[in-house]
């Protein structure tokens, strides 16, 4: 099992069109072939100044890459993502046990 993890911060506002646009469009990965228990995370910790997470687990990793590389999350990177997020944080698992 891998979990594909994103910590990230919007360039807008809280609360702006921009960003409910954004988490809209993210909350669509979630139907890309492979992804398995998305979730869309609002950060609550005083420790870091990230505002959301994004999370998702994969079977494998041929299914991981296969996310990648699909259509949808390109499209997503190149619309939504580099022109939207300020700075970010990924962390990809893979389990050990």
Do not use: C
């Not at 994004?54 to 949808?72: K, R």
Request: proline fraction near 3%; aromatic fraction near 16%; hydrophobic fraction near 40%.
């Amino acid at each position: 099992m891998i979990q594909h993890t994103v910590a990230l911060k919007l360039k807008y506002a809280k609360g702006s069109p921009e960003e409910k646009e954004f988490l809209s469009a993210a909350a669509k990965l979630a139907f890309i072939p492979g992804v398995q228990n998305f979730q869309s995370l609002r950060q609550i910790s005083k420790k870091n100044d990230f505002d959301f997470g994004l999370s998702m687990e994969f079977d494998n990793m041929v299914a991981y890459e296969g996310y990648n590389t699909h259509p949808d999350h390109t499209r997503f990177v190149t619309t939504y993502w580099a022109k939207y997020v300020e700075k970010f944080l990924e962390l990809d698992y893979e389990s050990i046990l």
